[in-house]
């Protein structure tokens, strides 16, 4: 039982780095180099991520820069950034690209608290998935009903722990989406 316990916090855990992930790729009107983590680039016939092709830097707080490897590189970065469709519009000056991070309008901004809290419950539904594998699990075991009850409790409480930290990060998300 303590190895379904484990393996369920594990599966826990892995849920919240990806709730981490979904809030990362939601702007909060600043710049920020993940925005640009689902930028594929065709490099030479084949599909490079951008992190690979080049080094983003942050010169200020709503602006973004790309400076390639390969100068020869920057018409078919250009390009993934206009495919990635996330929103910004490149500029290149023949060295290096510049992304203007637009600030956020009330309306883009109650988008994104939508988009924080669709996320978040997502990784619910997934934790409640969790939950109940790990319960299935441990009602498979031959053991005694009151250690059955007592797993299923324990991991109950999994739950509950897990599903307060997906609280408190949404309410810090939204905090950040919702201040000027």
């Known amino acids: 039982m303590d190895e379904i316990l484990l393996e369920t916090e594990t599966k826990m855990e892995s849920a ?5 992930k979904k809030f990362n790729n939601i702007r909060a009107g600043r710049a920020n180099p993940s925005i640009l983590d689902g930028v594929m680039v065709n490099y030479y016939g084949s599909d490079t991520p951008l992190k690979q092709l080049a080094n983003i830097s942050i010169p200020e707080a709503r602006q973004l820069c790309i400076k390639p490897f390969d100068r020869s590189a920057l018409g078919a970065i250009e390009k993934g950034i206009y495919e990635a469709n996330i929103g910004l519009t490149p500029n290149n ?18 988008e994104y608290v939508k988009q924080a809290k669709q996320a978040a419950e997502e990784i619910k539904i997934a934790l409640r998935n969790i939950r109940q594998d790990a319960n299935n699990d441990i009602k498979k075991l031959e053991i005694p009903e009151d250690d059955i009850k007592y797993g299923i409790n324990e991991i109950q409480e999994l739950i509950n722990k897990y599903n307060k930290i997906v609280d408190e990060k949404l309410e810090i998300k939204e905090k950040d989406l919702l201040s000027v």
């Open 16 to 20: 919240i780095e990806s709730l981490e």
């Open 93 to 110: 000056n023949g060295e290096i690209i510049i992304l203007n991070i637009p600030a956020l309008t009330e309306e883009t901004r109650k």
